[in-house]
Nanobody, 124 residues
């Protein structure tokens, strides 16, 4: 229902920072609850962070809470993921996703639109 394109991934050393962006097409971006997920080789896709339509509420996986920050700018049709204090275990392909659900959603199968993903590699 909405086209999503991630950017900002790359190779960083442990302890470094990276900011991911997800640009959405269309005029209904503010309607969607947005989430960030990640998938490492051999692992299932896992929830990283979510944000409500107005940006008033966020939530995070325990593994990233305190290090990552999700935000959105509805005027720019963009959601962000600021990642600080990166660890090698954060290495994964990161995806942004959109859902029609009206609250924070942690289940990947509830998201109907997905970006292509951006690779984040954290070296030790």
């Amino acid at each position: 229902q909405v086209q999503l394109v991630e950017s900002g991934g790359g190779l960083v050393q442990a302890g470094g920072s990276l900011r991911l962006s997800c640009a959405a097409s269309g005029r209904t971006f503010s309607y969607y609850v947005m989430g960030w997920f990640r998938q490492a080789p051999g692992k299932e896709r896992e929830f990283v962070a979510g944000i409500t339509r107005s940006g008033g509420r966020t939530d995070y996986a325990d593994s990233v809470r305190g290090r990552f920050t999700i935000s959105r700018d509805n005027a720019k049709n963009t959601v962000y993921l600021q990642m600080n204090s990166l660890k090698p275990e954060d290495t994964a392909v990161y995806y942004c996703a959109a859902t029609d659900d009206y609250g924070l959603e942690y289940r990947a199968d509830r998201y109907h639109s997905w970006g292509q993903g951006t690779q984040v590699t954290v070296s030790s």
